[in-house]
Nanobody, 121 residues
Framework: QVQLVESGGGLVQSGGSLRLSCAVS????????IVWFRQAPEKEREGVLC????????YYGDSVKGRFTISKDNAKNTVYLRMNSLKPEDTAVYYC??????????????WGKGTLVTVSS
């Protein structure tokens, strides 16, 4: 019933930009927070950014501050992740997930299947 579908991944050179989209169905962004995660090869999944129902957002770490931005369009049921100044260490599969709060990123209720971002040197 609930589906989250990521798109916008691809291959980009270091210093370039990408914009990812997370299209959600079966739930409304008025009721759920959305977290962007990423998982690099042989690494654990890492929370990157979260946007809450109110539009408030939070970073889970400092590595993407000043480079990544999260936003959403409630009418379109879509959440975006704009990534600028990309670095090779940003290479990962990027996932979006829905839950009740940004404070518990490890317990999201619904997950997408991910989109691959590859940043070349």
């Amino acid at each position: 019933q609930v589906q989250l579908v990521e798109s916008g991944g691809g291959l980009v050179q270091s210093g370039g930009s990408l914009r990812l989209s997370c299209a959600v169905s079966g739930l409304t962004l008025d009721d759920y927070a959305i977290v962007w995660f990423r998982q690099a090869p042989e690494k654990e999944r890492e929370g990157v950014l979260c946007i809450y129902r109110s539009g408030f957002f939070t970073y889970y770490g400092d590595s993407v501050k000043g480079r990544f931005t999260i936003s959403k369009d409630n009418a379109k049921n879509t959440v975006y992740l704009r990534m600028n100044s990309l670095k090779p260490e940003d290479t990962a599969v990027y996932y979006c997930a829905a839950g009740r709060t940004c404070s518990n990123p490890s317990s999201m209720s619904y997950w997408g299947k991910g989109t691959l971002v590859t940043v070349s040197s």
